[in-house]
């Protein structure tokens, strides 16, 4: 089982970035899949999350409208597209599978800044 993320690097306020979360030896569909991230001396936090059946999606307040977390199939890959961002945004961003024992992915950072 492994997750890689993708997709990260440096971005000036109000712009995009495009995460992705590519698994391999599981099925993404098949499991509840979820964005965290974890800035400098802060504890890691989630950012988003969808569902396996049904695709319902939950969003942490400050990201909500900004950030959308999506799935596709066919590419056994999970997708977190962030808009609009912000200098706080700033993190390392990490994709994560199932429960608190599940796997994680190695982190892809975003750094938001002019």
């Known amino acids: 089982v492994q997750l890689v993320e993708s997709g990260g690097g440096l971005v000036q306020p109000g712009g995009s970035l495009r995460l992705s979360c590519a698994g391999s030896?599981?099925?993404?569909?098949?499991?509840?899949m979820s964005w965290y991230r974890q800035a400098p001396a802060k504890e890691r936090e989630l950012v988003a999350s969808?569902?396996?059946?049904?695709?319902?999606?939950n969003y942490r307040d400050s990201v909500k409208g900004r950030f959308t977390i999506s799935r596709d199939n066919a590419k056994n890959t999970v997708y977190l597209q962030m808009d609009r961002m912000k200098p706080e945004d700033t993190a390392v961003y990490y994709c994560?599978?199932?429960?608190?024992?599940?796997?994680w992915g190695q982190g892809t950072q975003v750094t938001v800044s002019s």
């Open positions: 994560h599978r199932g429960g608190p024992s599940g796997p």
């Open positions: 030896g599981f099925t993404v569909s098949s499991y509840f």
């Open positions: 969808i569902t396996s059946a049904g695709g319902s999606t």
